[in-house]
Each structure stands twice: as C-alpha cells, then as structure tokens.
C-alpha cells in the first residue's frame, strides 16, 4: 500500500491504465479481506477496482 499510494501521489493519471497496479490492489484485498487497510477504498475509487 506505502508504494502505491505513493506513485499514486506522483502519478495518478498515469497509474490509473496500469494493469498491475490494479492486480496488486485486488490482490491486497483478496489477501487481507475486509479488515481495515488505511487508504484501500480511496485508492479502489481511483484505479476504477471492485472490492468484491
């Protein structure tokens, strides 16, 4: 998360078309569930992710 977040905050217009940014989140959350990962759900809206 401390990574994305923080190419987030570099490049977030660019970061939103990579594919393996947005497996990675989706990997995150399948790992973690729904327990509380601080700035998950804001970074989910940018990258258009489902947490399913």
Known sequence: MTILTRVQAMAGEWMRYQVLAR????QIFED??????????PLAEH??????
């Open 23 to 26: 497996d990675t989140l989706q």
């Open 32 to 41: 973690k569930g729904r327990r509380r990962i601080e700035g998950l759900l």
């Open 47 to 52: 990258l258009n992710v489902t947490m399913r």
